[in-house]
């Protein structure tokens, strides 16, 4: 596609409800990341695939993170039994080179 | 590890108004420096960027230079419109080849008319 493109747009989630964020990347591009990011703050590194392979999940704040990109292309993040200090937005780049482009990304709010 | 300080606002300014927001970093190797702008109810973009030392990158109006002697990647531009008012963030990556960003807190900047 021409963008980043990320559903849904918007999420709400009751406190310990699992949800799962979508990322279609600009075809062909390998790199694939996810930010978080929280009110008022930048985005903070999640996790980072080159095609399936994830290379770094360094970022992810607990095991209730996860993230996968099984043919290379679409990536799914998952959260399971969300906590309030989940809520934030969640931001997927794509990239073939140095530089990112950033999807609108999924706002979550857990109540 | 790599880190961003950027100058906190919020920033109002008067429209035609001369615009500086500071960024000094930390990182090791020789990192690629970034400004993004995140417009209301959209993504992030990429406004500049500069790759080595000395390096300027621009677009929009808006400057920054690359100064690797003071740890710097302020944001300029000489006249600012209203159209400006967003919220701009500055980052940085190693320049291995690795693209993960470190970013600041971000500024956000609004013009009045």
């Known amino acids: 596609g021409a963008g980043v493109s990320q559903s849904p747009r918007y999420k709400v989630a009751k406190r310990g409800q699992d949800v799962a964020l979508r990322c279609d990347p600009i075809?062909?591009?390998?790199?694939l990341f996810w930010y978080q990011q929280a009110l008022g703050q930048g985005p903070e590194f999640l996790t980072y695939?080159?095609?399936?392979?994830?290379?770094?999940k360094s970022g992810l704040p607990s095991d209730r993170f996860f993230a996968e990109r099984p043919e290379g292309s679409v990536s799914t993040l998952k959260i399971q039994r969300t906590q309030q200090e989940d809520s934030a937005v969640y931001l997927c780049?794509?990239?073939?080179?140095?530089?990112?482009?950033f999807g609108s990304g999924t706002r979550l709010t857990v109540v | 590890g790599n880190s961003v300080t950027q100058m906190e606002g919020p920033v109002t300014l008067s429209e035609e108004a001369f615009l500086t927001i500071n960024c000094t970093y930390t990182?090791?190797?020789?990192?690629?420096l970034f400004w993004y702008v995140q417009y209301p109810g959209e993504g992030l973009q990429l406004l500049l960027k500069?790759?080595?030392?000395?390096d300027k990158g621009s677009n929009k109006g808006f400057e920054a230079t690359y100064r690797k002697e003071t740890t710097s990647f302020h944001l300029e531009k000489g006249s600012v419109q209203v159209s400006d008012s967003a919220v701009y963030f500055c980052?940085?990556?190693?320049?291995?080849?690795?693209?993960?960003?470190?970013f600041g807190t971000g500024t956000r900047l609004t013009i009045i008319p």
């Open positions: 780049a794509s990239s073939l080179g140095r530089f990112l482009t």
């Open positions: 075809s062909g591009h390998v790199s």
């Open positions: 695939f080159q095609n399936e392979a994830q290379l770094d």
């Open positions: 990182a090791t190797g020789y990192p690629s």
């Open positions: 500069a790759t080595k030392a000395d």
């Open positions: 980052a940085l990556s190693n320049g291995f080849g690795n693209e993960k960003l470190t």
